[in-house]
């Protein structure tokens, strides 16, 4: 090793630097948790420390041994991570530390940390050392030592000129330098900080902003109609023209099936915009397309259900740390009870969403008199194959599928209806729990937004662009389940005739009060899915801040469908061995 450290230097130096950085992401990586977007981002801006090296190569050793010392202590915390979580080590991690205090510190080290962590941080240690305890002198001509030096400077700083360029941005040109730098030690615990102070002030001005809110006027409840555990899932991506459910002829809602006779399912419900956090900004507040700035002036549905005097708990396999999703963070701080279960930096992880039963079963367990649950999937998001583990990948060739879709594009439309199947999975396996527990409760499930997966001949698109907007992205699952006592307290069996009725998710503030019997002053019963006095109203889609665009989805331009054309050959692709089906999801991770 001595003999190619003196032949390689620079190589040498890098190789050092990259161990504290690559070696996280690879393990993320080669688990199968996650892209390989970070192992790239670490190779690349690893390169950084290289610079005051070649500045300054007489001292080597004294850099080398600083620079190394302070990537180790930064690098310690994601290998530790993964050794715990199987997961990148990202700012929704700093958000939690920073908001536990030193004991549950404490308790979280005496319950995770296991006598081979040891041995394992002490091995992770001693490479590192013997690479710099061999680390050669650094005798390169000026002029080659400043052209590497300008080479690696502009690796570093491409993302940053890139986006400056495009974008001409100075904001957007850091932020993307930010995160690009992110997956490499220290940065990330530098970036995951500044990103954890950027959210929570973000996040303090709309709680504040929140608490300020008057409560509901006229506020009325009939106590005999009002289940005693109230139980909202919000799915994730899925578009309900995908489900056997609602007639596909795939089998992937077989568990729902199955039990299709204790549900209503309503079969004509859009969701007001195909992305999430504007989607819900819409669903759980009084917001609307023509309105978007009552999400900030009046109360939202967690206000409603606490005014209620229900104990609410928000369990979610949503990445809820990001800038992104600060909204979405924001309404889960309104709840009494927080569960947060993703702590991935990127989407592409696996995350199942099979982690949410637990903490949803034990909420179950507490003692409160009226409980509402909140339980936030990940769903069918892209990227599909990373949302079901491999028990669940059932359709691997063509068999039901459009002639339209191409071979290329056949193992994702394939990986979206597993997606779908594992998702059917995971619900129905809350349901049995509720049953189960033998509450007096009311379950409602509905989906974000949908979600286009090759699902149009004239165009062969996988995605979501409210600009070209698509009955996939918006068409979602809506149904309810009940316990016996609180159907027949309810008289539910009504509902059952509403179910073809056209009706946008963004009047579910009027829908779920209307349920469970709320009345307040702003009540409006024709908007309510399950009221004798609905009334047809336009379903706004679009951008609210571009009112000139919105457009009712009955007249979107649909385009032209047929029944799936089924192959006469099966074409395989990735074949596994078929699974029974199960009562219940793969364990999380």
Known sequence: MRAFAQRHPVLWVYLYFCYFSATA????????????????????????????????PRQIKALTALIGATLWLASLASVGYWLIYGQDFSQSAIFIIFESNPAEGREFIESYLRWWHVLVFAIYSVIP???????????????????????????????????????????????????????????????????????????????????????????????????????????????????????????????????????????????????????????????????????????????????????????????????????????????????????????????????????????????????????????????????????????????????????????????????????????????????????NALLVYFSDHGEEVFDYKEKLFCGRNEEAPSPAMYTVPFITWASTDWRKSRHMAQWTQYENRPFSSADFIYTLPHMIGINFTGMDPTRSLVSDTFTKHARWIGNPNQPQKLQDFDNIQHPKTSPPAIATTPTKVNPVQQTRKVSLPHPPI
């Open 129 to 439: 050392l013997i690479l710099w305890r061999l680390m050669p002198s650094l005798s390169l001509a000026l002029k080659a030592r400043y052209s590497y030096a300008m080479l690696f400077t502009l690796v570093v700083g491409w993302p940053f000129l890139n986006t400056l360029i495009e974008k001409k941005s100075i904001t957007h040109a850091s932020e993307h330098l930010l995160s690009r730098l992110e997956p490499t030690a220290p940065w990330n615990l530098i970036v995951g900080y500044l990103k954890y102070r950027e959210q929570l002030n973000d996040m303090e001005k709309l709680l504040a902003n929140n608490h300020n809110i008057l409560p509901l006027d006229n506020f009325e409840m009939k106590v005999e109609t009002m289940p005693d555990t109230l139980v909202l899932i919000i799915g994730e991506s899925t578009n309900r023209q995908r489900m056997s459910l609602y007639g596909y002829p795939r089998a992937t809602t077989p568990q729902l099936d199955a039990i299709r006779d204790e549900l209503v399912v309503f079969n004509d419900v859009v969701s007001p915009r195909p992305y999430t956090i504007e989607a819900l900004q819409q669903v759980l507040s009084f917001a609307d397309s023509k309105n978007p700035e009552a999400f900030f002036t009046q109360p939202t549905l967690l206000n409603m259900m606490k005014q209620a005097g229900y104990e609410i708990t928000w369990i979610t396999n949503q990445q809820t740390q990001t800038k992104r999703n600060t909204m979405l963070t924001t309404l889960s701080q309104m709840a009494d009870h927080q569960v947060y279960l993703n702590n991935n930096r990127k989407q592409n992880a696996n995350q199942y969403d099979g982690a949410v039963v637990a903490p949803f079963i034990e909420t179950l367990s507490q003692s409160s008199p009226k409980k509402f649950i909140v339980v936030h999937l990940l769903g069918t998001h892209r990227k599909y194959d990373y949302r079901y583990p491999e028990m669940f990948k059932k359709f691997v060739d063509n068999d039901n599928v459009p002639l339209w879709v191409k071979k290329e594009n056949l193992e994702e439309y394939n990986s979206y209806d597993n997606s779908i199947l594992y998702n059917d999975a995971v619900i129905v396996a809350l349901i049995n729990n509720l049953r189960e527990h033998n509450d």
């Open 25 to 56: 992401q690879i393990l993320v990586y080669s688990s199968g948790m996650a892209g390989s977007v970070g192992v790239r981002d670490a190779l690349l801006m690893s390169v950084i420390w290289l610079i005051p090296i070649l500045l300054w």
